[in-house]
């Protein structure tokens, strides 16, 4: 049986009467403006901002965990789990292969900077809604418009987290992951 | 008569003039007229209109003597006239009247004494007389060579036949008259003119017509300059005759008597009928004759079997790896 496509058809309702909007047919939705999200994040604790994460993730891995089985491919977890933060707005989702390690990069956020622990703990809470794996999801590097999230066990995140913490180039953060270097798919 | 009968007759006359000028009853005054005063304004008088017929028919009339006075000429002013020279002072006395008409004759027609000068102090004076009969009066009516006016017409008839006999003699003036002379008769024209002539086309052609060439002139042949012969190789030319040319080919025959009408129609005039004709080709050739311009034929390349000719290298089967393979190796490191 073929992974289905993704298909956003409809899944965005603006009810003009009611004043509301719908994603999906599930819970109510608010369109917020993106400053304002991002001031209140940088205005919340870590623990907060960290569950505002992973509540949004968990719904995301639902509806993707819904249309995908254990055994989907990586192009199809990159389509369907891009769809759903795309329709939040959070910008262009992709992986990234360096070796054994892998990463997840962000394009385009509205959030920039501000918004990347927001991601970190989106695509942490889809992967364990989607596919019941507790991974720890740090920023690995970031640049005008992209963000490299690099996904591994929580253990191996504090690790590099201090590695980064102590100067360590992300490429050499990769480099020390894969031993001779890191493998792109 | 001989001159020495015309010397006796001029002493003869001489007497009889000598013997009238010792009569005291028969002097002769000068007839004078003083001039004007010197201070006057030059004045050229003409004389007085004389009706000479009337004259004529007064026999024997009185003498009048015809006076022009000629006034000393003052000095020009403005660039006048030039003055005449001044004549020497003379006077002409007229006979008197009463000389009896039978005495004269044509010897003694006229007298001339020449004043001294010293008798004519004041003025000098010109006097001319003529008489009846004189010939310098019958000169007199013949209009003068300077003059255009004509003697005037006693009756119509004669007026009209002078009218007519000046305009046959009336000559039109070459030149344009000045304004001032009045309206021109247009008269034939003058005989130094020509009427434009008619070209002569014959001549005109043969000065066309290039000369007939003589050879060149000795003008052209003045500077001939003799060439030298030429000192590089000598080309001969290839004399050899050509070949003779064919010889023209007989024209055909193509004239054919057609088929007379009487005939029936598919028969034919000619003895022995219609040529055979050739052997019909084969069908392929009647073809190919059909389409005129004849297709190449092609030499196909043998045909070969079928071959692998491509050979495709897929690369590794990297996408059937599950994410959740991918998201286990990578929380192992």
């Known amino acids: 049986m073929g992974t289905p496509r993704f298909d956003p058809t409809h899944s965005l309702e603006f009810n003009l009467d009611r004043g509301t909007v719908k994603l999906s047919g599930s819970l109510e939705r608010i369109v917020l403006p993106a400053d304002a999200l991002s001031a209140l994040i940088r205005g919340a604790d870590a623990e907060t901002r960290r569950d505002f994460a992973h509540r949004l993730g968990t719904e995301a891995g639902r509806r993707m965990a819904e249309r995908l089985d254990s055994g989907a491919s990586l192009e199809a977890v990159v389509e369907h789990l891009g769809g759903e933060i795309a329709l939040m707005g959070l910008g262009s989702l992709a992986f990234e292969r360096w070796g054994g390690a892998l990463v997840a990069t962000v394009q385009a956020s509205p959030l920039r900077a501000e918004g990347d622990e927001l991601l970190a703990g989106v695509v942490a809470g889809a992967l364990q809604r989607a596919f019941g794996r507790s991974a720890g999801v740090l920023v690995l590097q970031r640049d005008d418009s992209l963000v490299r999230l690099l996904i591994v066990n929580p253990t191996t995140a504090e690790r590099v987290r201090g590695w980064l913490g102590s100067g360590v180039a992300w490429s050499d953060v990769i480099a020390r992951l894969n031993g001779p270097g890191p493998v792109q798919s | ?333």
Request: proline residues 18%; aromatic residues 2%.
């Open chain 2, 1 to 333: 008569m001989t001159p020495r009968d015309t010397i006796a007759r001029l002493e003869t006359l001489l007497e009889r003039v000598r013997r009238n000028a010792a009569s005291p009853g028969r002097a002769v005054a000068p007839v004078v007229v003083a001039a004007s005063t010197a201070a006057a304004a030059p004045v050229f008088q003409a004389p007085p209109p004389v009706d000479r017929r009337a004259a004529v028919e007064e026999a024997p009339p009185t003498p009048r003597p015809v006076v022009e006075a000629q006034a000393p000429a003052p000095a020009p002013e403005f660039g006048g006239p030039p003055a005449w020279p001044q004549e020497s002072s003379s006077a002409v006395q007229a006979r008197p009247s009463s000389l009896p008409p039978e005495e004269l004759s044509d010897d003694d027609l006229l007298e001339v004494t020449t004043i001294p000068p010293e008798a004519q102090e004041t003025t000098d004076v010109d006097v001319e007389i003529s008489m009846p009969g004189d010939p310098i009066d019958a000169e007199r009516d013949e209009p003068p060579a300077s003059s255009s006016r004509t003697k005037v017409a006693e009756s119509l008839d004669e007026a009209l036949a002078s009218a007519v006999e000046m305009d046959g003699e009336r000559e039109v003036p070459v030149k344009t008259p000045p304004p001032e002379s009045g309206p021109q008769a247009a008269g034939p024209p003058p005989q130094g003119l020509e009427a434009p002539r008619v070209p002569d086309v014959d001549a005109l052609e043969a000065d066309l017509l290039p000369p007939i060439s003589m050879g060149p002139t000795a003008e052209q042949l003045g500077e001939t300059i003799e060439l030298e012969a030429p000192r590089g190789p000598s080309l001969e030319i290839d004399v050899t005759p050509a070949s003779p040319p064919e010889p023209e080919r007989p024209p055909e025959e193509l004239e054919v008597a057609l088929p007379r009408a009487q005939m029936p129609s598919g028969t034919y005039d000619l003895p022995g009928g219609p040529a055979p004709s050739p052997p019909a080709p084969p069908v392929e050739e009647r073809r190919m004759e059909s389409s005129a311009p004849p297709e190449p034929r092609p030499t196909a390349r043998p045909e070969l079997g079928a071959a692998e000719i491509a050979r495709v290298v897929l690369g590794r089967q990297t996408q059937n790896a599950s994410f959740l393979d991918v998201l286990d190796r990578s929380l192992t490191l």
